[in-house]
């Protein structure tokens, strides 16, 4: 399982590498709670979008309903070479 999730980093093989003893995981952000008023938006079909900024530095995010598998959800986001910019 981990071979498929790791890149070969520095000359080192994914496949020996293991969670205790290549590096630490990074901390996840803490998610942004709905409101009442976001969930009964989101229950009508619409989307909620949030940004904050602070001088250069920003960050966002976008909370849509989607009737699909989670592995699905998965695949479609990160199919990263069927981007368009």
């Known amino acids: 399982m981990l071979r498929n999730v790791l890149p070969t980093l520095k000359g080192w ?12 995981c990074p901390r996840r952000p803490p998610l942004q709670r709905l409101t009442d008023a976001e969930k009964q938006r989101l229950l009508s079909g619409e989307r909620i979008q949030k940004q904050t900024r602070t001088g ?13 598998e989670v592995a699905t959800v ?12």
């Open 13 to 24: 093989d994914a496949e020996i590498l293991t969670p205790s003893l290549s590096f630490p």
């Open 56 to 68: 250069r530095v920003g960050s966002g995010l976008v909370v849509v309903d989607v009737e699909a």
């Open 74 to 85: 998965l695949a479609v986001l990160s199919d990263v070479d069927r981007c368009v910019f």
